[in-house]
């Protein structure tokens, strides 16, 4: 940041620092801003950079108390797009390494904790929302590399996570387009190479693609009313399709494969290199195995534009995809099914009807006739009364478990991330302590369902919380131990010899820089309230913070665990470690709120 | 279909922990299942186990089992040219079923065609012929019994949302297709007879791959753990570090979070650790096994669960039932299928055959039961080199308690066209319920009459609710 912009930052700051030393602490201002939103303090602006961001940093927390949320989204969405297919090229280009699936994981998390690039060091990633955006798409329209023709397709997996990115906010009609015709999702959920009937060898077309667009990324199994609850009917939910429509959607979706294929080449046209272009190309028809004799069901609702949702035969490849697309991005469900995970993947579990019928409104018209402006949606998400009060109403049930994942992102930013080379592992990337890592879910059900129940009281309640699915007995106990691992151990200095080797640091490795925080552990209250700030957004208990503060200024260890041999004691840094671990690990901060 | 009555069943129940089940229907059951056990104030005196493994993704089990006579192989290679499994090779596994026994369901295939096993289940093989394991037919979810005519004209109901992985997968795990709330069947099982353990902090349901909705339950809730054994928290057993543990265990401690979830959290965290204590010390030293268990996941998960089943006494864990849960994945075969299924298959022909003689080396064969279950079976149509989601097929029982080298139910017709079977794009219909299959088991494991009417209230549509796979 240049010294002018740095001094603009400072005068556009000051009326709002001034107003909150005017204030009591605590009392929220009722002061409006030109958005017609009211003053942000630092908690309120930190509480809303957890939902819309990997976490609030003060420089972060500042920027979006000057700008106010209107004009802070303005910014974000205008953010250039960190895009993971580069990282994993220089790897391959310029370090002559190999690249595998944990290379896309470094690319991850040095866009969603905003480290260093190497591989373009002019880059600063400060498309936060937006990445965070696209985390939680990837959640809903899955492809996983834990599928095996997948498993060896970094390129395909990081141009997949690129192209939510890209679309995050574009519209949803481009976004589920371009999902449908990436190679990634063609070869997960077998569209790729999928072909019309073929009665003497009695094959017929492929239904996964088909089942899983309408089921999961678009519209769901029930008719859904503007606020996300079901159509009943007699008390009955009412199924948004049949077999029938797969079947006729499945035919639809024949004769795409990669682009350069042939005909003759129809069942094997995948490339010998998982870098080439073929992995990162949209998917191109091979009209020869298009079904284009048979009338194809597609969805029926009101105002449909085909006639009774029928497609009549004859048209190519692309004609009947966009007939078919157009078809399931103007269902009614779309609003709120899409709606309403978004708002779980960002905000809260448990939005009311009334909150997922805002944002399906303006789901279904942006304001200027615009279906599917995915912009309007965030912003109306993320700006809406409930996201940003909600926590007021119903303070023991609004927000949602933190995905493990993310818990490592917000703890680089925390306590910035550096390594010697800029690389984020050499060996200790994450495997399966987490549950859960980009793009790696079981299944095309993702790690967990919208309407997981955790049993007991949740569930009691008629709540869901989603997350709790992967907080298995195994998790609680393997997620704790991977972030303690590196909170006690990967730090600058630490002479661990997983990050040491040779009397110098591992170059690859991916380390803590404790500096800042280790200079206010002298007075552990002003560390503990610093920590609370920029992990919990100012809402830690007095119970928690007086056990912290206890802990802190108890007695260290006598060896602290990486410390070289003979090193005078180092009281912050055991008590950086300490507050670190204790608060990730708590039930407090786990629930974002 | 009853909704508000289970809701209120789970609320009873749930505020009926560790309390009396003062007026709540399950709690009658509860205390009618704990009179039926012999003495021991309700203890079961005896030790059974159930073990479910799922094929996730929906076995081909057409492919699984595949008949090789003349007639039956030219029909079936007929209807799957591009996916047919070569005739000699299955031969060469070919099963020999046990005669009819009067008066008992099982025998030879109901179609009389001649089967083998795919060629990389050798293993599985042996143990079908040596009557340590058998086959049920075309078993599928079903709100009872349903023709193709009754099918196709809509005159009888059928499950919602056929066809689909996650749904069908939950009907097999719940075998409640009607109630989209429910329990899975082990879970609603663990509910009536989790008091017939000895020990009672320990879930009689435990996974051995994640979270599964078979194992939920209204008052039991599933212990999931690792494969690989058990791992503890670090930070509580770190040198010098009393007091980080005292804070870390204050912040967790039952009733000190103010929020709903963080309450959850905290529990589960609570559980999580009380848990992994105890069976840290349970599994110290481990067993060895004579005949090793395969080198995969699968093999892994079942080794975990002799490991468990080895120390059910009470020096160890202390439990007379207990149901595990284990998982294969990798059965949605759209693609390359006739390379990726028998890789799977011949894991799970190896891991079965791995953990039998686990519990032979136990002496306690005929104490446990194993059986497959999966999203469904997959289409007799192909897709050029794979097959789309189906409905019905058939799955293995296997054990010292199961009437094994015997079919039972009916086979389904192969037929292209004029499948009498056939859902109408190849996907097969049931013959038999999940319902019948799983209260086989159950009854087996200890639920009596009136619990198996609780659990399975679609049982009284089926012409048996017991299969007659398992003796006794």
């Not at chain 1, 048209?315 to 978004?342: M, R, S, W, Y």
């Not at chain 1, 930013?413 to 859960?436: K, L, M, T, Y």
């Not at chain 2, 199961?402 to 017709?413: A, E, H, K, L």
Request: glycine content about 8%; hydrophobic content about 40%; some cysteine.
């Amino acid at each position: 940041m240049s010294i002018s912009r740095h001094f603009a930052n400072l005068w556009h700051r000051l009326p709002a620092m001034l107003f909150c030393l005017l204030l009591p602490l605590g009392a929220s201002s009722q002061s409006l801003f030109a958005d017609g939103f009211e003053e942000l303090n630092d908690k309120s602006a930190a509480r809303f950079l957890d939902q819309a961001t990997f976490g609030p940093r003060l420089q972060d927390i500042a920027r979006l108390r000057q700008l106010g949320y209107q004009a802070w989204l303005d910014e974000q969405f205008a953010a250039p797009t960190s895009l993971q297919k580069a990282y994993l090229d220089w790897i391959r280009l310029t370090l002559q390494q190999g690249v595998y699936q944990s290379q896309r994981q470094e690319a991850w998390f040095i866009h969603a904790s905003q480290l260093y690039n190497p591989s373009n060091p002019l880059l600063t990633h400060n498309d936060q929302l937006r990445q965070r955006v696209a985390f939680a798409l990837s959640e809903i329209m899955v492809v996983s590399d834990k599928n095996a023709a997948l498993l060896f397709q970094p390129w395909a997996l990081a141009d997949y996570h690129d192209t939510l990115a890209r679309n995050a906010f574009g519209n949803f009609r481009t976004l589920l387009e371009d999902v449908t015709l990436h190679p990634a999702m063609g070869r997960f959920l077998s569209m790729l190479g999928n072909r019309k009937n073929d009665p003497v060898l009695n094959i017929r077309p492929d239904e996964n693609y088909a089942r899983e667009i309408l089921q999961l990324f678009s519209i769901g199994l029930d008719q859904l009313n503007l606020d996300g609850t079901p159509v009943l009917v007699g008390g009955n939910r009412v199924p948004t399709y049949g077999q029938d429509h797969v079947r006729g959607f499945a035919h639809v979706f024949t004769g795409w494969n990669f682009i350069n294929c042939t005909v003759a080449q129809y069942s094997d046209c995948a490339p010998g290199n998982p870098y080439e272009e073929e992995w990162t190309s949209p998917m191109a028809p091979v009209e020869a195995f298009h079904d284009n004799t048979t009338n194809k069901q597609l969805l029926v609702y009101p105002g449909v534009a085909l006639p009774n949702g029928l497609l009549i035969a004859g048209g190519n490849a692309t004609q009947e995809l966009d007939a078919a697309l157009d078809n399931i991005f103007n269902h009614p469900n779309v609003g709120p099914f899409i709606g309403e995970q978004l708002i779980q993947r960002l905000v809260t579990s448990n939005p009311s009807p009334a909150y997922v019928a805002r944002v399906a409104t303006v789901f279904n018209n942006n304001g200027q006739g615009v279906r599917g402006d995915l912009k309007a949606v965030v912003r109306a998400i993320l700006l809406d009364e409930e996201a940003r009060h909600g926590h007021e109403g119903v303070p023991t049930t609004f927000g949602k478990l933190r995905e493990p994942i993310t818990k490592l992102a917000l703890l680089w930013r925390v306590a910035p991330g550096i390594s010697i080379n800029g690389r984020v592992f050499r060996w200790s990337h994450v495997r399966d302590e987490f549950g859960q890592l980009p793009l790696s879910a079981p299944s095309v059900f993702n790690f967990f369902k919208p309407d997981f129940a955790q049993p007991g009281e949740i569930r009691d309640a008629g709540l869901v919380s989603p997350e709790f699915q992967i907080a298995t007995d195994t998790q609680l106990v393997t997620a704790p131990n991977y972030l303690g691992w590196r909170i006690m151990l990967f730090y600058v200095g630490s002479r661990y010899s997983v990050v040491w080797e040779n009397g110098a640091p591992v170059p690859e490795e991916t380390l803590f820089d404790y500096s800042a925080l280790k200079l206010l552990a002298a007075d552990p209250p002003a560390l503990i309230d610093h920590l609370n700030l920029v992990m919990m957004s100012g809402r830690m208990t007095p119970f928690m913070r007086n056990l912290l503060i206890t802990r802190l200024n108890g007695t260290p260890p006598d060896n602290i665990p990486g410390q070289p041999s003979g090193a005078p004691q180092d009281v912050p840094l055991w008590r950086v470690q300490q507050a670190l671990y204790l608060i990730v690990n708590s039930p407090e901060f786990n629930i974002q709120k | 279909m009853n909704f508000n009555r289970r809701e209120f069943l789970r609320r009873s129940i749930h505020s009926a922990l560790g309390g009396a089940t003062l007026f709540s229907a399950l709690g009658n059951l509860q205390l009618m299942a704990a009179a039926a056990k012999a003495g021991n104030g309700g203890i079961f005196p005896d030790y059974k186990a159930l073990v479910c493994i799922f094929l996730n993704g929906g076995n081909d089990s057409f492919n699984t089992i595949v008949p090789f006579d003349a007639t039956h192989y030219g029909i079936y290679q007929a209807t799957r040219p591009a996916m047919a499994i070569n005739q000699a090779a299955v031969a060469a596994l070919a099963l020999t079923p046990q005669p009819v026994q009067p008066g008992l369901p099982g025998g030879p295939p109901s179609d009389g065609a001649s089967y083998g096993l795919h060629p990389s289940m050798p293993e599985l093989r042996a143990l079908f012929n040596n009557q340590h394991a058998a086959i049920v037919a075309n078993v599928g979810p079903l709100l009872g019994p349903i023709t193709q005519a009754q099918y196709q004209n809509g005159s009888h109901p059928a499950p919602p949302q056929l066809f689909s992985h996650d749904d069908q997968a939950n009907f097999w795990q719940t075998s409640r297709p009607d109630d989209a709330n429910a329990n899975g069947w082990g879970g609603r099982i663990a509910d009536l007879l989790f008091d017939g353990n000895p020990n009672q902090q320990l879930p009689m349901t435990m996974s051995l791959s994640s979270q599964s909705l078979f194992q939920r339950g209204a008052s039991i809730d599933q212990y999931v753990m690792s494969a690989n054994g058990v791992e503890t928290i670090d930070y509580l057993g770190t040198y010098q570090n009393q007091l980080g543990a005292q804070t870390f265990n204050a912040l967790i401690a039952d009733g000190v979070q103010a929020h709903m979830f963080e309450r959850a959290y905290a529990r589960a965290t609570r559980r999580s650790i009380a848990t992994y204590q105890m069976l840290q010390a349970a599994l110290n030293p481990l067993p060895t096994w004579t005949t090793p268990f395969p080198n995969n996941s699968l093999g892994a998960q079942l080794r975990q669960v002799a490991n468990l089943i080895n120390v059910r006494g009470p020096t160890g864990l202390n439990m007379r039932r207990q149901i595990f849960y284990v998982s294969l994945g990798g059965f949605d075969t759209h693609d390359d299928q006739l390379l990726t299924h028998s890789g799977i298959l011949a894991t799970l022909s190896q891991a079965m055959h791995a953990f039998h003689q686990a519990t032979v080396q136990m002496g306690i064969a005929s104490q446990v039961t194993t059986f497959t279950a999966s999203d469904f079976g997959r289409t007799l149509s192909t897709n050029g080199d794979g097959t789309d989601h189906g409905w019905g097929g058939h799955h293995f029982v296997m054990g010292g308690a199961v009437r094994g080298g015997r079919f039972y139910g009916s086979m389904p017709s192969l037929l292209q066209n004029g499948n009498p079977d056939d859902a109408g794009y190849g996907q097969i219909i049931p013959t038999t319920g999940v319902d019948p299959y799983a209260a086989t088991l159950a009854r087996w494991f200890g639920v009596d009459n009136a619990g198996l009417a609780d659990i399975f209230p679609a049982l009284g549509l089926y012409p048996s609710a017991d299969l007659g796979f398992i003796a006794g």
